[in-house]
């Protein structure tokens, strides 16, 4: 089963568009309900929601506006249809992940309570980022939480401030 729907609102060039994979959606309606919490997201100008094998989410944002962990937050905050609620993940990969795992580990530690990282294959650096409830700050305006700019940072940064590595994320439709 098939199920697609977009929302483009003001698509503005240089932008990133990241794919979040979204489990729980059962259903057409849940698809509706995802994409509109997504579009309604202060600082996202598109939102694509696809029901495939995966779901997933392609959404187009102002990183100076809004926070991957707030797209993620939006994704939670949808009505859940079906009783559970919908959580976003990212998939990323880490060549030579095996090698550095306990470093990556170390770097996920500074943002412990907001993600947590899932190894899925340690010897093909595949991992998942799962996003924990985020307590927006109703006063403070722009992103709040974790976001892929920070992580980017620490991750490609060479040492002594960063790890030096590089790494990539799963995008899918794009």
Not at 24 to 36: A, D, L, P, R, T
Request: negative net charge; aromatic residues 8%; proline residues 5%.
């Amino acid at each position: 089963m098939l199920c697609s729907i977009t929302v483009g609102l003001h698509a503005a060039e240089k932008q990133p568009t990241v794919t979040f994979y979204v489990s729980g959606v059962e259903c057409g309606s849940c698809v509706y309900v995802v994409q509109q919490s997504i579009s309604e997201t202060k600082g996202v100008s598109d939102a694509t929601v696809v029901q495939v094998i995966d779901t997933y989410a392609n959404v187009v944002f102002d990183p100076k506006a809004v926070s991957e962990h707030q797209i993620a937050q939006a994704v939670r905050e949808a009505l859940p249809i079906h009783g559970m609620p919908y959580l976003a993940t990212l998939k990323l990969h880490v060549p030579d992940y095996a090698k550095h795992a306990s470093k990556v580990g170390g770097l996920f530690a500074r943002w412990k309570g907001w993600v947590e990282l899932e190894t899925v294959d340690k010897t093909k650096g595949e991992l998942l980022i799962h996003f924990n409830e985020l307590k927006n700050d109703p006063k403070k305006t722009g992103p709040q939480g974790w976001s892929l700019a920070q992580f980017t940072a620490a991750m490609k940064s060479p040492e002594p401030n960063g790890l030096g590595l590089d790494f990539t994320l799963e995008k899918e439709g794009q």
